[in-house]
């Protein structure tokens, strides 16, 4: 009987989105293939340092204990290693307790065609070259930029924030500001559309099934007030009043309720960012996101006129 993964929210994950291979990648750059191999054989007992989406995913696959014996989340691993190569980063996974025991490895091959084979609903990966090939064969894709991200095991929460236009909803309005280069007509645009709903974005059927699974962490807590909610969604954009009624009015027709909303009309989001600390942020603009991502975990979502 084939197993089912369509009734649960499934993350496609590379090997550098996980863990940390500055090293193995500057033994693959510097001395080739076969002494990378050899490295990696060498050193297969030793795990890898945690990467920037670590923290993320560990967090991710704590809600499984929400429906123990029907997880609500699977994580997959995509990998361009080899399966002997990528024996390591197996190893890493077991050594750090997390479940995940699903992976492809595909010898250098670009693993985006592989998106839908698996549901996936959000594909995560350091290779910028991936992310924009799956992205422009329409799968929700993101860049991890590189950080140093400290994993806080004693922070139970998992904050998960996300830019509005060209991520959550598409990039209709972002391109209405992009051709007139006035905020003034932007403001006008959305007024005029403010009971109209935008159409979905890239990452909108992650955010379903993450609130989906807010929805079973509140039922939780009706039915147990001693339990302590995971999940907390935020909003941060650049949008700023009168532009944030379609937001609001987007999000009620969609069912989907989030924790906090930042309109920040310009402010650098980092400033909300550092107090908020969320554990991934996804944005689909790369000046709101370099100058932070050594110490926030940053996501790049390369789509729309704002990347053109």
């Given at each position: 009987m084939a197993y089912d993964l369509t009734n649960r929210l499934v993350i496609g994950l590379s090997s550098s989105a996980l863990f940390d291979l500055k090293d193995s990648d500057k033994v693959f750059r510097n001395e080739g293939e076969q002494v990378y191999r050899e490295y990696q054989r060498q050193h297969q007992d030793t795990p890898l340092n945690k990467g920037v989406a670590f923290p993320f995913i560990r967090r991710m696959l704590t809600l499984n204990e929400l429906r123990k014996g029907d997880a609500l989340v699977?994580?997959?691993?995509?990998?361009?290693?080899?399966?002997?190569?990528?024996?390591?980063?197996?190893?890493?996974?077991?050594?750090?307790?997390?479940?995940?025991?699903?992976?492809?490895?595909?010898?250098?091959?670009?693993?985006?065609?592989?998106?839908?084979?698996?549901?996936?609903?959000?594909?995560?990966?350091?290779?910028?070259?991936?992310?924009?090939?799956?992205?422009?064969?329409?799968?929700?894709?993101?860049?991890?930029?590189e950080g140093n991200i400290k994993d806080d095991t004693s922070d139970h929460e998992l904050r998960i924030a996300f830019d509005f236009d060209g991520v959550i909803a598409d990039d209709e309005a972002e391109a209405v500001y992009k051709d007139t280069k006035e905020l003034k007509y932007f403001h006008s645009h959305e007024s005029e559309n403010v009971d109209v709903p935008h159409n979905p974005g890239p990452l909108k059927a992650f955010l379903d099934r993450i609130s989906?699974?807010?929805?079973?962490?509140?039922?939780?807590?009706?039915?147990?007030?001693?339990?302590?909610?995971?999940?907390?969604?935020?909003?941060?954009?650049?949008?700023?009043?009168?532009?944030?009624?379609?937001?609001?009015?987007?999000?009620?027709?969609?069912?989907?309720?989030?924790?906090?909303?930042?309109?920040?009309?310009?402010?650098?989001?980092?400033?909300?960012?550092?107090?908020?600390?969320?554990?991934?942020?996804?944005?689909?603009?790369?000046?709101?996101?370099?100058?932070?991502?050594?110490?926030?975990?940053?996501?790049?979502?390369?789509?729309?006129?704002?990347?053109?």
């Open positions: 699977e994580v997959i691993l995509l990998s361009r290693n080899d399966p002997d190569t990528g024996l390591r980063v197996m190893n890493s996974i077991e050594h750090y307790g997390l479940d995940i025991t699903r992976a492809m490895f595909l010898q250098g091959k670009s693993p985006h065609a592989y998106i839908p084979a698996f549901d996936i609903e959000l594909f995560l990966s350091a290779n910028p070259q991936d992310v924009k090939q799956a992205v422009l064969a329409g799968y929700p894709a993101g860049q991890i930029l989906e699974i807010q929805k079973i962490e509140t039922q939780r807590l009706e039915d147990d007030p001693r339990y302590k909610p995971v999940l907390k969604i935020s909003i941060v954009t650049a949008r700023n009043a009168p532009s944030h009624k379609r937001v609001i009015n987007t999000m009620r027709t969609w069912g989907i309720d989030v924790n906090e909303a930042f309109f920040m009309g310009g402010v650098e989001k980092a400033r909300v960012l550092n107090i908020l600390k969320p554990h991934i942020f996804f944005d689909d603009q790369r000046t709101h996101l370099d100058e932070n991502a050594s110490i926030l975990p940053s996501v790049h979502i390369p789509f729309g006129v704002a990347n053109n």
